[in-house]
């Protein structure tokens, strides 16, 4: 139970500094698709970023993963930390400058000839995202929880700022000086060609800060390359590539196939309406990313204590019941919800839900997948997500052309679906773990029979306040059930946990 509850600490800490910021940036999906009406802009926006997310998996290639498992059983851990990040640092440049001299052909192949500087600005926010994963890796494993939550916070803050400076403060000023005749200087920071790079523009500014506010994390320790500490972080890692690829295909490259499966002409569009509507989920995203960035350390720092595996099916029972809250409450307050993104967008809200569920079973995964970085077994990790990755394929090929976007949803939430179970009955073998699957199917049942209640009655009321007050209610009767069945149980294991610490 201590450790549920320092687990939890250190979930709410990244929490605030991914909630904060993916908020902040949340607010940027209203701003964009109110900004630039025609979903077609917000589709080289949704496009370039998956394309960004892909190639971010390349430059890490695995490293962040390999420098926790090999710091955290390290005694000189500032060894493990030089050999790291000198990799990094040199295949990012090296990786960085080749992209930048090919990146005409780049523009070429993307179907971006005319936007170049979006390539070039797109690859420096790539290596300026890698320079970053091993520094915040290592305020990670040293629980300096604060301080990453201060550096993404900021992060996110300028480049918001910057966003509302470039589409808002500038754009208006550029467009009252052709009414007036007189430029003045914020006018002349705005370009109508630039458009909607100016977000990309934004981002690497902040990147910028962000490394800025590292610099330390760049200093004070003696850069040492161990070759022999290196090759065998790159033999536990090189499968986590093969797994971030995988994971990326599953994640983003629907985004990216979307334009060349549908007839040209609406590809693009059709991205901006499912990228816009993937933002409508980000409660879940965001809930599985503070979880991910606490609990991966915790994991491996927890790994020697002798009810490690006890704690392990504790966290997942708790994990699958807050993913099952903010499925719940999403759906039972879409109507509301939607309208953060222009009404030309909401035409693909449907395929919410599909992509909520499937982020759940992708936060399910992670937590099942633990067992193969603890035994070291990463291609395990490999293999399942390849799996993922050719259903994820075979989906979005076959039904993309019929049924555009939804179909990726569709292919996103079987993907994730079957990873979950193959790691499941994979790692019963590998690393048994006696998880409360009768609790997490009985809370994560509910959610989905009220979603299926609120369906039933929907538009069977008189007007959209009554339809909103009667899902809220359902929404609290879900709680209510937390509260009657779950809360004895907390209470219990943090009386054991009090009377272990007295005796």
């Known amino acids: 139970m201590s450790a549920l509850k320092k687990l939890a600490g250190q979930t709410a800490i990244y929490g605030l500094s991914t909630i904060l910021p993916r908020f ?19 589709g080289i926006n949704t496009e370039l970023y998956a394309y960004i997310s892909f190639i971010n998996i390349i430059f890490t290639y695995g490293m962040e993963t390999a420098f926790f498992n090999f710091a955290s059983k390290a005694e000189n851990k500032n060894s493990v930390y030089s050999t790291a990040l000198i990799s990094i640092l040199i295949s990012t440049a090296s990786m960085s400058l080749l992209m930048l001299l090919f990146s005409t052909k780049l523009a070429a192949i993307t179907d971006f000839e005319n936007h170049l500087n979006y390539i070039i600005w797109s690859i420096l926010i790539i290596g300026s995202d890698a320079l970053m994963a091993i520094p915040f890796a290592r305020l990670r494993l040293n629980q300096r929880a604060k301080r990453f939550a201060l550096i993404k916070t900021a992060n996110v803050v300028i480049n918001v700022f910057l966003n509302i400076f470039y589409f808002i403060i500038c754009k208006q000023a550029y467009e009252e000086s ?15 060609e630039v458009g909607i790079g100016y977000a990309f523009l934004a981002n690497l500014i902040a990147n910028l800060f962000s490394l800025l506010m590292l610099a330390k994390e760049f200093t004070g320790f003696p850069y040492h390359f161990d070759k022999e500490l290196w090759k065998k972080m790159i033999r536990y890692a090189l499968p986590l590539l093969v797994v971030g690829l995988a994971g990326m295909v599953n994640e983003t490259f629907d985004r ?26 980000i409660l879940m995203t965001i809930f599985i990313q503070a979880f991910r960035y606490a609990a991966e350390p915790f994991f491996f720092g927890n790994e020697k204590h002798e009810d490690s595996k006890k704690t392990n099916a504790l966290i997942l029972k708790y994990f699958v019941i807050g993913c099952s809250l903010i499925f719940l409450g999403t759906m039972m307050n879409i109507s509301w919800i939607q309208k953060f993104v222009s009404p030309p967008f909401r035409v693909g809200v449907h395929v919410v839900p599909i992509l909520l569920l499937a982020n759940l079973f992708l936060g399910v995964y992670f937590n099942l997948s633990i067992w193969y970085k603890l035994t070291g077994q990463t291609r395990f990790g490999a293999y399942i997500t390849i799996v993922g990755a050719v259903i994820t394929l ?10 555009s976007y939804t179909a990726s949803a569709w292919a996103t939430f079987f993907s994730y679906g079957i990873m979950m179970i193959l790691s ?33 009655y929907k538009g069977s009321f008189s007007n959209a306040n009554i339809e909103l007050l009667f899902n809220n209610i359902l929404f609290l009767i879900y709680c209510f059930i937390f509260y009657k069945f779950e809360l004895p ?15």
Do not use: H, W
């Open 24 to 42: 902040l940036n949340y607010l940027l999906t209203p701003l964009l698709t109110y900004i630039f009406q025609k979903p077609v802009d917000f």
């Open 256 to 281: 990216i196939i979307l334009k060349y499966l549908l007839p040209e002409g609406i590809g693009q569009s059709e991205i901006g309406v499912y990228g816009a509507c993937y933002k409508i989920a």
């Open 424 to 456: 499941y009955f994979i790692g019963k073998k590998y690393y048994p773990v006696k998880y409360n699957l009768k609790n997490m199917f009985f809370f994560f049942g509910f959610a989905v029979i009220f979603y299926a209640i609120s369906l039933l």
């Open 394 to 403: 075979i989906i979005n090929f076959v039904f993309i052309p019929k049924y």
């Open 178 to 192: 052709l009414i007036s005749g007189s430029t003045s200087f914020v006018a002349s920071c705005y370009n109508p």
């Open 489 to 503: 149980n907390l209470k219990r294991n943090k009386a054991k946990t009090n009377a272990g610490k007295n005796s």
